[in-house]
């Protein structure tokens, strides 16, 4: 289920050349193959001739591209990574600021002491994690297991091989469900134990190698660490087989396809032999009114896996689970393993420092606490106002976006309208702070243990998603969990109809108190369009004005705004992104459709700006998506990410407008035109 919600939300080593398109191979027609990935080290330098008509992204961003390094420890460096590590370096200095008072800023710094001590965590070593693994180890039989799995005391981590949360109701946004899937994979998707490819090779190798490490760790040899993790590698195998891939993710019918309620009693008919109502009760969310369960078949399938036959593989799995849950509060020895295992097969030079070891660690687990500091030391009212004021242009330039759609009949305009002036907006950072209160646990000082923080957070989270369950839904409240403002982001979410601005973006090239007009356009301005035409994507189309998962389009509309969203995705099909790779354009089209909305609205505007400077705009489009990245990372990138990759969501974004040709004089023959016939322009 967290798949899917990420979904609403808006590594492998591959020894490959850039592709480039060969110009004897060329139809004449341009669909994206004309350009190489710039952003790939060595694919280009200072002395790569360049020509604005031909590519643009290289064009702009050559000089950047080259003088770039990508940071000791990161697989790419770009205009986000670049405003996150600010964000970091001011983070880390909040951490240790003596001069905070309150409890947001009591947790960091008490949090920060036992993450950084690495002296005391190298003293203790394995030692404040064996019960747990142990209690893991001794399980001798299929009812072991299964005790196991609903006992708080022996499993408090929750481990299990299902996902639960409690989250908005698809098909009613006003209220909290309990919701049950499938977990996640070692492989990332289902489809890779079946169909292996180099990116599944990569995550294989990383699992395998720092698995067997950690189990080593804990007491087993060589070759037993070898057969615990094949059995873990296997169980999983076996639940692979009643998992949708992460394509069919993509697919128009996807999100009907997870609507499926089920009562206590029907989820425990579904669920056979495995004990989900005892896990569920654990937990203390089994008294959900009704369970959204995404991929009924999942469980279907655990019908047959789960049985005393595979207790072995079942037993294993868990330990593997439990290794993995407990190998960040242990020593340096294997923090040190481990990152080297990850940065040596995905090809990463370097490691992070100290600081930023220790701020993950924190922020990852106190990003409220953290975020309230950040908020209260950065933000301004005049961020929020000028965040503001672009939203209600970007919104008032939509209503002639959906007004000039002939092909929209009149009722679904209508509706459309509807849901654009129902927008929430939240900017920048919100008007009441989390309260972290109910959060304590002992400092280094006082003889606490990481762990003993770890779990203390686990507990404190749980009573919260505890205190949902069958509970109304505040529309209008921001959760810090789900969105801290100090990140690097904005989004649209369909389920409360809302555009999300956060602070933490709010840097060069994206804004910048001294922009001019046309820098502020083409940075902020088309992120929040961007935004915005989420709400009318391939996504977002199927969500009303209220957040409800519920058409709203006539037939025929709807039908029309497949086929246009299917000729964005076939061209996106048609590009080859390596060589021997492929695009899913499915993947892809949602992110490719808000592009292009998100540019289309601040073209809109700039027509009624007198003098709009239409080269710094577009030139400022360019240099937002800026990047320099490992071959392996790009290869993941496509393989799962629902964003094009930065060269592409600059020049294929770009050659849909007319404004953009006429600018650069780009005609026929030029490697950034492309006829009006063949735009993919969905709005």
């Given at each position: 289920m967290k798949r899917l919600l990420g979904m609403l939300l808006a590594f492998v080593m591959v020894f490959s050349l850039p592709f480039q398109a060969l110009a004897e191979e060329d139809s004449g027609k341009n669909d994206g193959n004309q350009w190489i990935n710039s952003s790939l080290p060595d694919a280009m330098d200072e002395s790569t001739p360049t020509d604005l008509k031909d590519d643009f992204y290289l064009a702009v961003n050559r000089d950047w591209i080259a003088g770039a390094e990508i940071p000791a420890g990161y697989s790419e460096f770009g205009s986000f990574t670049e405003i996150s590590l600010d964000v970091m370096d001011k983070q880390i200095a909040l951490m240790t600021d003596e001069s905070l008072s309150g409890h947001d800023a009591e947790l960091v710094r008490k949090m920060y002491g036992l993450v950084s001590d690495w002296d005391a965590r190298n003293e203790l070593g394995?030692?404040?994690?064996?019960?747990?693994?142990?209690?893991?180890?001794?399980?001798?039989?299929?009812?072991?297991?299964?005790?196991?799995?609903?006992?708080e005391e022996a499993n408090p981590f929750y481990i299990a091989p299902i996902s639960t949360s409690v989250d908005v109701d698809l098909s009613d946004p006003n209220r909290y469900i309990v919701m049950v899937?499938?977990?996640?994979?070692?492989?990332?998707?289902?489809?890779?134990?079946?169909?292996r490819t180099a990116n599944g090779?990569?995550?294989?190798?990383?699992?395998?190698?720092?698995?067997?490490?950690l189990l080593e760790k804990f007491g087993a040899t060589a070759e037993e660490a070898e057969t615990i993790f094949q059995n873990a590698f296997d169980f999983e195998a076996l639940l692979a087989e009643h998992i949708k891939a992460v394509a069919t993710h993509y697919e128009a019918d996807?999100?009907?396809?997870?609507?499926?309620?089920?009562?206590?009693?029907?989820?425990?008919?579904?669920?056979?032999?495995?004990?989900?109502?005892?896990?569920?009760?654990?937990?203390?969310?089994?008294g959900s009114e009704s369970f959204l369960v995404d991929e009924p078949d999942f469980f279907t399938g655990l019908q047959e896996i789960w049985k005393e036959e595979n207790t072995p593989l079942i037993r294993d799995w868990l330990l593997v689970q439990a290794v993995s849950t407990l190998a960040d509060v242990l020593d340096r020895d294997t923090y040190d393993a481990m990152t080297s295992i990850s940065n040596e097969v995905?090809?990463?030079?370097?490691?992070?420092?100290?600081?930023?070891?220790?701020?993950q660690y924190v922020s990852s687990l106190l990003s409220v606490p953290m975020d309230n500091l950040y908020i209260q030391a950065y933000c301004t009212e005049q961020m929020r106002d000028d965040i503001r004021s672009i939203i209600h242009e970007v919104v008032a330039e939509y209503h002639e976006i959906l007004s000039g759609?002939?092909?929209?009949?009149?009722?679904?305009?209508?509706?459309?309208?509807?849901?654009?002036?129902?927008?929430?907006?939240?900017?920048?950072y919100p008007d009441e702070l989390g309260d972290s209160s109910d959060l304590d646990f002992a400092s280094k000082e006082d003889g606490g243990t990481l762990l003993d923080a770890l779990l203390a957070v686990r507990k404190?989270?749980?009573?919260?998603?505890?205190?949902?369950?069958?509970?109304?839904?505040?529309?209008?409240?921001?959760?810090?969990?789900?969105?801290?403002?100090?990140?690097?982001?904005?989004?649209?979410?369909?389920?409360?109809n809302s555009i999300n601005i956060l602070a933490g973006i709010l840097s060069d090239p994206f804004y910048d108190v001294n922009m001019t007009e046309e820098e502020m356009f083409g940075g902020i301005g088309v992120v929040i369009g961007h935004e915005i035409s989420h709400a009318f994507d391939t996504t977002g189309a199927q969500f009303d004005k209220d957040g409800a998962f519920n058409n709203w389009w006539t037939e025929a509309d709807y039908t029309a705004f497949r086929e246009r969203a299917a000729k964005l995705a076939a061209y996106y099909s048609s590009i080859i992104p390596y060589e021997g790779g492929t695009y899913n354009g499915e993947q892809v089209q949602g992110e490719a459709i808000a592009d292009m909305g998100g540019l289309k609205c601040m073209l809109g505007i700039a027509e009624s700006h007198e003098g709009f400077d239409y080269d710094t705009f577009f030139r400022q489009f360019a240099k937002i998506w800026r990047s320099k990245e490992l071959e392996s990372y790009m290869i993941m990138r496509v393989a799962q990410d629902s964003h094009p990759l930065n060269y592409l969501r600059t020049n294929v974004t770009l050659q849909q407008f007319d404004e953009f040709l006429k600018t650069y004089e780009i005609q026929e023959g030029d490697g950034m035109y492309l006829a009006p016939e063949d735009r993919i322009l969905v709005w």
């Open positions: 394995i030692e404040p994690a064996v019960p747990y693994v142990d209690a893991v180890k001794a399980l001798a039989t299929f009812e072991d297991c299964n005790a196991f799995l609903s006992s899937g499938a977990p996640g994979l070692m492989l990332m998707d289902s489809a890779e134990y079946t169909n090779d990569m995550y294989y190798e990383i699992n395998s190698r720092i698995y067997k490490m996807y999100l009907s396809s997870v609507m499926n309620y089920y009562t206590r009693t029907e989820l425990e008919e579904l669920a056979g032999s495995f004990p989900v109502l005892p896990i569920l009760d654990m937990k203390g969310i089994g995905r090809g990463v030079s370097g490691v992070i420092s100290d600081e930023e070891i220790n701020y759609a002939e092909w929209l009949s009149a009722e679904t305009r209508e509706k459309a309208v509807e849901k654009l002036d129902s927008l929430r907006i939240n900017a920048v404190f989270n749980l009573a919260k998603m505890r205190a949902k369950v069958n509970g109304k839904v505040d529309k209008d409240k921001w959760e810090q969990e789900m969105m801290p403002t100090a990140m690097v982001n904005a989004f649209y979410n369909p389920q409360n």
